[in-house]
């Protein structure tokens, strides 16, 4: 699975649009972008995941480049709730029962 | 909304004892996985389970670890004797399929003592 690359903490004010960056320039044509968040040592929560067209579902957008080399995840509107470290994954549509490769993530932190 | 549980929230053992942690994963789900987390770390991936046998496993799923599905709800993951870098987070997830997103529960913390 392709390597991301995320930075490792941002702040966003609440009420505000959060716009998580991440970096994955050596993504294949069969391998999906999701998006993971993990509050305080809670389990990993799946967010959303796409291939190359935008998604867009009751938690987060995800706007994917054309090259498909990087993608952004949005929180339109985000709360203190949404605090949590964010991680992208690069991971193929094929193969066996794939597991998840977690990095260090993004810690985001929702400021009142 | 369905969803995978745990037991037992927190589990405190001797260094060399067995410990058996347990999953329900979410009901129509057929593929199984272990996860740990060592406290200040990244979550790292165990094993897979698929079809009452093991798809994938990493390097540090040795021959201490175990997995098992007893019946048609519980997955369980057996460490036979536990060593104080055992202690961590375990993450039992499920997916429908393959390619699915994983649905992970809210995690075992095991304290080896």
């Known amino acids: 699975d392709a390597k991301t690359t995320q930075p490792p903490s941002m702040d966003c004010a609440e009420g505000r649009a959060a716009n998580l960056p991440c970096n994955h320039s050596?993504?294949?044509?069969?391998?999906?972008v999701y998006w993971y968040r993990q509050i305080h040592s809670q389990g990993p929560q799946y967010i959303i995941h796409g291939l190359k067209n935008n998604e867009t579902n009751e938690m987060a957008s995800l706007i994917i480049t054309e090259d498909r080399k990087s993608s952004t995840l949005i929180l339109p509107h985000a709360t203190l709730r949404d605090t949590a470290v964010y991680y992208c994954i690069v991971r193929a549509s094929s193969g066996s029962a794939r597991q998840l490769t977690f990095g260090s993530g993004t810690q985001l932190t929702v400021l009142p | 909304e369905p969803e995978v549980t745990q037991t037992p929230s927190h589990q405190v053992t001797q260094m060399g004892q067995e410990v058996i942690l347990r999953c329900v994963p979410i009901s129509n789900h057929l593929y199984f996985y272990w996860y740990r987390q060592i406290l200040g770390q990244k979550v790292e991936f165990l094993v897979s389970?698929?079809?009452?046998?093991?798809?994938?496993k990493s390097e540090i799923f040795d021959d201490q670890f175990s997995v098992e599905r007893p019946d048609g709800s519980n997955f369980t993951l057996k460490i036979r004797s536990t060593k104080l870098e055992d202690s961590a987070m375990y993450f039992c997830?499920?997916?429908?399929?393959?390619?699915?997103?994983?649905?992970f529960g809210p995690g075992t913390r095991l304290t080896v003592l």
């Open positions: 997830a499920s997916s429908p399929r393959f390619y699915n997103e994983q649905f």
């Open positions: 050596t993504i294949s044509g069969n391998e999906y």
């Open positions: 389970f698929y079809n009452n046998e093991i798809s994938e």
